[in-house]
């Protein structure tokens, strides 16, 4: 069903053509974020060492991505209704920012033809996708809003990795015209964000921070590439900081809004609570790379455990809810 301007439930009940019956019904666009979180602590795990435990979620991630990719296919051949209904909201781009953060995480363990092939797949998904979600937008609208920057920095972080890697000029000059967009997308965002959402949202608050990180990370991807000289690197690195910067006092007062306001209570929701802390972690540590401030490391470090331990939080709330109904 809709809450709050387009924010897909967890259940499918009031969609048109949702008569049809099938495993694929429960499984709503916004459990992509499931996807999202798992894959991008992976990532973090992966940049300070810890191989293992890297290895656990990208193969959680994969698998998750799995099931939701026959999920929403199977939904697109079968009940064309609810797709329809789906495609129109926020949460639907969890699919494009999800097959992005798996991709970039094949990426960086060198797998660049499945990269490549996410790649792909995530670029043929985004515009269709959020030509949709814009035409349907509304005023007072909760965190999902700002997947529509999530998803397109998401472009933007795979295509700078793949095209840094694979030495292709083209994938770099895409990754930065959809970072461009991301930045004018986050502040579109901005506008119709209900700021009411920081002390009642239910966990998708915290994109608005994600959006911020991704695109710094997505900028801090770009120095990367060996054209960027002088004034142009220099202005990249800036930005990267700048964004950095923004998104941490954001970090700080929806982590205050939640000791304030604490909502214990399993929400599929608490996954894009999970993402934002994992993609402000990454997002230092790489910022910090980048740019040579060397300090951003420690604090990167500490800000990724905060997201293991809010990912393991939030996956044994899931297995204990789900245990709960299936009885």
Request: charged content about 10%.
């Amino acid at each position: 069903m809709r809450c709050h301007g387009g924010v897909i439930g967890s259940r499918g009940a009031g969609v048109p053509g949702s008569g049809s019956g099938g495993w694929w019904v429960g499984v709503p666009p916004a459990a992509g974020a499931v996807v999202m979180a798992t894959g991008i602590v992976s990532v973090g795990l992966r940049l300070v060492g810890q191989a293992v435990l890297s290895w656990v979620l990208v193969g959680l991630a994969a698998v998750g991505w799995g099931v939701l990719a026959v999920a929403f296919g199977l939904t697109f051949v079968r009940d064309r209704g609810r797709w329809r209904a789906h495609a129109d909201t926020p949460a639907a781009l969890c699919a494009v920012a999800a097959t992005a953060v798996l991709g970039t995480r094949a990426a960086l363990e060198g797998w660049v033809t499945g990269a490549g092939v996410l790649l792909a797949v995530a670029a043929l998904a985004w515009p269709g996708l959020l030509v949709a979600v814009l035409r349907h937008w509304q005023h007072h609208l909760p965190g999902a809003v700002f997947l529509v920057c999530v998803a397109t920095n998401g472009l933007a972080v795979l295509a700078a990795t793949l095209g840094t890697i694979q030495h292709r000029d083209w994938l770099t000059w895409c990754a930065l015209a959809a970072f461009v967009l991301g930045l004018g997308l986050y502040l579109a965002a901005l506008t119709r964000f209900d700021l009411r959402q920081v002390e009642d949202g239910l966990g998708d608050q915290w994109i608005a921070a994600g959006a911020l990180a991704i695109s710094a990370l997505a900028a801090a991807k770009l120095t990367a590439w060996p054209h960027w000289t002088g004034a142009a690197h220099a202005t990249l690195r800036g930005t990267a900081l700048v964004l950095l910067v923004l998104a941490l006092p954001w970090f700080v007062v929806l982590l205050g809004a939640e000791v304030r306001h604490p909502r214990p209570h399993y929400n599929l929701r608490r996954w894009a609570t999970v993402f934002p802390l994992g993609m402000t972690a990454v997002a230092t540590l790489s910022v910090g790379s980048a740019t040579g401030v060397h300090w951003l490391r420690p604090l990167g470090q500490v800000l990724l455990w905060i997201a293991v331990a809010a990912w393991a939080v939030t996956a044994a709330l899931l297995v204990a809810t789900s245990l709960r109904r299936s009885r």
